[in-house]
Each structure stands twice: as C-alpha cells, then as structure tokens.
C-alpha cells in the first residue's frame, strides 16, 4: 500500500525559508512512472499547484506561480522528496500536501496524497 | 492558464437526493478532468479521473460526465458520509483546480 507521511507543522518568520519533506513507503521511488507534486490550500481556499518531479529521473516542472521561490528535490536513499520554499510572505501560511501522479499522462488524477503539513508565517 | 469554474459554490441537500456539480473550463481541456472529494482537515480524495474513470473504491453513485470545457460530477443518491466540498482539476496543462463546492446538509 503506498503511503505518504510528511514533515510536522512549521512556524517561520516573513523571509524565511521552509523545508517540507515527503516520505514514501510501499513505493520505490526511483520509478519513472510517477511524479510527486507539491499542492497547496490557504485557510479557508481551493488547491494551488506549486510543482513536481519525476521521481525517476528528478526532473522538475514549477508553477510560473512560484518559478523563483520553489524547489523541488528527491533523496532516493530516503525514499523522500522535499519542497523548499523561499522568501516567506504572510500569505504563505498554508496546509502542504504531496501527492502522486503518472508523470506526463494528462488522463491521470493524483491518486495518492500526504496527510499534509501546516506553515504557518508569522511575525 | 487554463481557468476552472464551478458551480454552485455551495448547496443544501438531504440524504437521498441527487446531486450535480458542474465545472466549466477557460478553453478546451479535452477529457483531462479529474474530481475529489475533501473532509474539513483531511486530504483530497481522488474519485473521478480522465473525466468519466471512476477511481478504485470509490462508491457507484459517484459519476463524471463531459469534455472540451464543460463537466458534470454526479451523486446519485446522497449518503452522509458525502456531506464535503468537491473540487475539479484540469490536467491537460500543468494542473490548476476548480473553486470548490460545499455540500451542506439541508
């Protein structure tokens, strides 16, 4: 069964930098098949797509949304991926989520989801 | 980008009743539609992809109609556990998600 645990809850400064990581059990993660993606929902909003990586060959698509502040990344040793975003502004604080789907396949919904991770940015 | 309306934003119903949700696309985004369901401090749930493809475990009275830009997703007979707010999302370029709608209990 494929799972996805993500990192706890983050309180950072407007500025700063946040790392979230996700980890997979039940999926290796050297597969070519699937991208994990990073989507995000401020309090009381809809869903944002930030960007994602095939966690075969790592390569990267981001947001224009978040082109400059977003990196995406995997340690296959660890089985995770990481989202770090930069130059934190108050209208950041949101709930985090991984999530996969089939990489390049636009008849595929994102299947599998984190439980989520809340940054909050706070002065 | 491509930009997802739905409608209604929110609705009133009862157990039993049929529900539709309807969501329109900025252009054509051919059957690269997916829907999911989310509960208040969960994560979305996957229930419909590729427009009509019932995801695995998702209950029948779950159904998506449409193509090009306009999109229906329908709940046959309301169940409680389907008191949520449903969300549509375009795959055909990057990945951008419709407003939402609530389903409120009437």
Not at chain 2, 39 to 63: C, D, E, H, N, T
Request: proline share 3%; with cysteine; hydrophobic share 30%.
């Amino acid at each position: 069964q494929v799972q996805f645990v993500q990192s706890g809850a983050e309180v950072k400064k407007p500025g700063a930098s946040v790392r979230v990581s996700c980890k997979a059990s039940g999926y290796i993660l050297t597969t070519y098949t699937y991208a994990i993606h990073w989507v995000r929902q401020a309090p009381g909003q809809s869903l944002e797509w930030m960007g994602g990586i095939n966690t075969g060959n790592a390569n990267t698509k981001y947001s224009q949304n978040f082109q400059d502040r977003v990196a995406i990344t995997r340690d296959t040793s660890a089985s995770t991926v990481y989202m770090d975003l930069s130059s934190l502004r108050f209208e950041d604080t949101a709930v985090y989520y991984c999530a996969r789907a089939i990489d390049g396949y636009s008849y595929s919904g994102m299947d599998v989801w984190g439980q989520g991770t809340t940054v909050t940015v706070s002065s | 980008d491509i930009q997802m309306t739905q409608s209604p934003s929110s609705l009133s119903a009862s157990v039993g009743d049929r529900v539709t949700i309807t969501c329109r696309a900025s252009q054509s985004i051919s059957s690269h539609l997916n829907w999911y369901q989310q509960k208040p401090g969960k994560a979305p749930k996957l229930l419909i992809y590729a427009a009509s493809r019932m995801q695995g475990g998702v209950p029948s009275r779950f159904s998506g109609s449409g193509s090009g830009t306009d999109f229906t997703l329908t709940i046959s007979s309301l169940q409680p556990e389907d008191f949520a707010i449903y969300f549509c999302q375009q795959s055909n370029s990057t990945w951008t998600f419709g407003q939402g709608t609530k389903v409120e209990v009437k």
